[in-house]
């Protein structure tokens, strides 16, 4: 499952996630999910007349950026942040309540696991039973999955026990029981879900049919953002055999030497949700726009490519990576591990990126060796 979600804003809005890992070179665990599923994301962004400047005159690179061998490879530790992920003193042990929510939890796997901790905090803010989350069936690359296909679920539970109380399902006699049925706001603070949790008077499930609320930068309590710390850093933990895939793939790289791993963000549901067409053909435009007329819970339709593009709503081609990453001083011999899903345009494009950097792999590529 590839990191890319249907809970993208065409105008940029910041969610964080809590800053709860140093990176290590050592940690394959870590570099497993940062490789194996696209959860680590490189930022590349550049503006269209220095991309322009130096794609016309390649000599420009090394003038526009210098950037030292030890910032290109070298770690700083985490910038000097640190785990913040223990309750405090004041963190009280979880109520047994006789009531429950249930999620679907949308988007694509980063996004998923985001809105995962998000409902643990919820349900703690609310008092609420939670029932093991639903992944996303809908999306563009319609992935099967089960929770405890991607994640392990009985860890998930147990790691969890001291804060909210995790179910597997609802019980028998709630099963067809009425449930309140509830978009939450995305952005809401504490007063905001104890208000919602009136709901549960008349209801003892309340269903929520997307999983993004976002809860990060709105004021709510210390101990409710280092919940959502503990869940996405510590609960959920993937499943044996995908953190055994990437251990696999984390070898194949180490062993070539550095490399860098890289998600374009150039998918097909990717550009047509965000109207961004720039570089494409009339055809492949067209396309892209049918997908999204006929995709009912994507609400924008009518998108002006090119005001996405300059206000900055869009995704670097393949080439412009490549030009980016040349001129800030990677060589041509670095291996670049595509973290993605299936590029737009296949080798037509890649085939740009792969001109700067030959050594561009996917995890098949790898398995291939």
Wanted: proline content about 4%; some cysteine; aromatic content about 12%.
């Amino acid at each position: 499952m590839a990191g890319n979600g249907k809970d993208r804003r065409l105008h940029a809005r910041t969610t964080t996630t809590p800053a709860y890992f140093r990176f290590r070179r050592s940690s394959l665990f870590l570099l497993s999910i940062l490789v194996l599923l696209g959860i680590f994301t490189v930022a590349l962004f550049l503006s269209q007349r220095q991309i322009s400047a130096v794609d016309r005159d390649p000599f420009s690179r090394s003038q526009l950026f210098q950037v030292s061998e030890e910032k290109l490879w070298g770690s700083s530790l985490g910038y000097g942040y640190h785990p913040c992920a223990k309750p405090t003193s004041k963190y009280s042990a979880p109520e047994d309540w006789d009531r429950y929510i249930t999620v679907k939890s949308n988007g694509g796997l980063n996004q998923m696991r985001t809105g995962i901790s998000d409902m643990v905090a919820v349900a703690r803010l609310m008092n609420a039973t939670l029932v093991v989350p639903q992944l996303d069936k809908r999306s563009f690359w319609q992935d099967t999955s089960t929770f405890e296909d991607i994640f392990d679920e009985a860890y998930f539970i147990e790691t969890l026990k001291g804060d909210i109380r995790v179910v597997k399902e609802l019980p028998k006699e709630l099963e067809s029981a009425p449930r309140a049925r509830k978009h939450f706001t995305s952005w809401s603070g504490s007063a905001y879900y104890e208000e919602i949790a009136r709901l549960f008077k008349d209801n003892k499930v309340i269903h929520v049919p997307k999983s993004d609320s976002r809860l990060a930068n709105n004021d709510l309590p210390l101990d409710i953002q280092r919940l959502r710390c503990r869940t996405l850093y510590q609960a959920l933990r993937f499943a044996s055999p995908i953190e055994t895939l990437g251990k696999k793939l984390v070898a194949q790289l180490q062993s070539k030497g550095r490399y860098i791993a890289l998600h374009l963000r150039y998918e097909k549901d990717m550009l047509s949700f965000t109207g961004c067409t720039y570089g494409l053909t009339d055809q492949e435009a067209e396309e892209l726009k049918v997908m999204r007329e006929n995709t009912n819970h994507w609400k924008m339709k009518g998108i002006n490519s090119t005001e996405q593009r300059i206000g900055g709503f869009c995704p670097l081609t393949p080439k412009e990576v490549g030009i980016f990453l040349q001129a800030l001083g990677y060589p041509k011999s670095t291996w670049i591990y595509l973290a993605a899903g299936e590029i737009y345009g296949g080798d037509a494009y890649l085939s740009d990126l792969r001109s700067y950097f030959p050594n561009l792999v996917t995890k098949v590529c790898l398995f291939s060796f």
